[in-house]
């Protein structure tokens, strides 16, 4: 009876993971895990050519945003939060800008330039002023 469970659950599909998309003009294809929590955590502040970094987040209480802070940064959203508060009540950064929906995301980072966001497709393929930025 467990190996059934077992291996129903196994067959189950996986939630859908999120996509981080960013504005065409960003020179990379590819970033670690790392560079991508420097990005988000507001610490890495220009892409590796110098060019400005603006982060774009769905709304930091709600569902999609919670499973991107935990599936692809490896943390719980109130560390996030505590670490652009820091940054900000420090003086030295800001918080991500907050938009509402996924579509309104997925304008922002195409109007942007050197803009990073996430959607929660899988099947997003980017498109003419956005593309998908792989994560190792």
């Known amino acids: 009876m467990i190996r059934v ?3 129903l659950l196994l067959l189950l599909p996986r939630t859908a993971l999120s996509e981080v998309i ?5 020179s990379i294809d590819k ?3 790392h560079y991508l929590l420097s990005v988000f955590s507001m610490r890495a502040r220009t892409w590796p050519d110098g060019q400005a970094v603006r982060v774009f987040i769905l709304p930091p209480y709600q569902p999609p945003h919670k499973k991107f802070v935990k599936q692809e940064l490896g943390l ?4 996030l939060i505590k670490i652009w508060d820091r940054a900000v009540f420090s003086g030295a950064g800001q918080s991500p800008i907050v938009v509402a929906n996924h579509r309104e995301m997925l304008e922002r980072v195409k109007s942007t330039a050197g803009a990073i966001g996430y959607i929660q497709d899988p099947k997003f393929q980017g498109g003419d002023d956005v593309k998908v930025l792989q994560v190792d």
């Not at 960013?22 to 960003?26: E, I």
């Not at 719980?76 to 560390?79: E, L």
């Open 5 to 7: 469970l077992v291996l």
């Open 22 to 26: 960013v504005n065409s003009d960003v």
């Open 31 to 33: 970033v670690s895990r």
């Open 76 to 79: 719980f959203p109130y560390q």
